[in-house]
T-cell receptor, first 114, second 112 residues
Framework: NAGVMQNPRHLVRRRGQEARLRCSPM?????VYWYRQLPEEGLKFMVY????????ESGMPKERFSAEFPKEGPSILRIQQVVRGDSAAYFC????????????FGEGSWLTVV | DAKTTQPNSMESNEEEPVHLPCNHS???????IHWYRQLPSQGPEYVIH???SNVNNRMASLAIAEDRKSSTLILHRATLRDAAVYYC?????????????FGKGTKLSVKP
């Protein structure tokens, strides 16, 4: 059973460009979570999605960041007009239900903004 | 989710047991205790979880205090591969569990 798949693993973007990070949850999982880990810091929750719905986006920056989880295909975390401060590791996680289940994380996508 | 407190770092020798403590004095009745670990440049990996009783799996054991205000993750024989940051997290099964609060965790070093 494949785990949570994230791509790309490493992404370099120039300031002002857009970054798109993709996440395919584990088979049978319909709940997806995105976390960000800045250098030398702990993981911070960003957003929680079910298919076609955003359930909790309390951790998302108000501007430039958006997330979706369409009916078909992977979840996408989109960062527009990237700045150096967006350089971080972005982790996706998934679970089969909204509560009462362990969350499983992917290997992460490392974004570097130059 | 309630807050947890862990030591910043611990050291162990290879092949010896390791006891990683976690305090969670404000835990509520519906909070499960979850442990994750994060190896360098990797995503968090689930280790174990429990509610009231002690738990064992192939990776570790979890000892939970009777009052549930603290718990201990036990690695029975540390290996070099166990060097990681270990996070103790409370997960409330009564509500949306997406917003996990990761503290700084305990950085475990294993010496050969």
């Amino acid at each position: 059973n494949a785990g949570v798949m994230q791509n790309p693993r490493h992404l370099v973007r120039r300031r002002g460009q857009e970054a798109r990070l993709r996440c395919s949850p584990m088979k049978g999982h319909s709940h997806v979570y995105w976390y960000r880990q800045l250098p030398e810091e702990g993981l911070k929750f960003m957003v929680y999605l079910q298919k076609e719905n955003i359930i909790d986006e309390s951790g998302m920056p108000k501007e430039r960041f958006s997330a979706e989880f369409p009916k078909e295909g992977p979840s996408i975390l989109r960062i527009q007009q990237v700045v150096r401060g967006d350089s971080a590791a972005y982790f996706c996680a998934s679970s089969p239900f909204s509560s009462g289940n362990t969350i499983y994380f992917g290997e992460g996508s490392w974004l570097t903004v130059v | 989710d309630a807050k947890t407190t862990q030591p910043n770092s611990m050291e162990s020798n290879e092949e010896e047991p390791v006891h990683l403590p976690c305090n969670h004095s404000t835990i509520s009745g519906t909070d499960y205790i979850h442990w994750y670990r994060q190896l360098p440049s990797q995503g968090p990996e689930y280790v174990i979880h429990g509610l009231t009783s002690n738990v064992n799996n192939r990776m570790a054991s979890l000892a939970i205090a009777e009052d549930r205000k603290s718990s201990t993750l036990i690695l029975h024989r540390a290996t070099l591969r166990d060097a990681a940051v270990y996070y103790c997290i409370l997960m409330n099964y009564g509500g949306s569990q997406g917003n996990l609060i990761f503290g700084k965790g305990t950085k475990l070093s294993v010496k050969p």
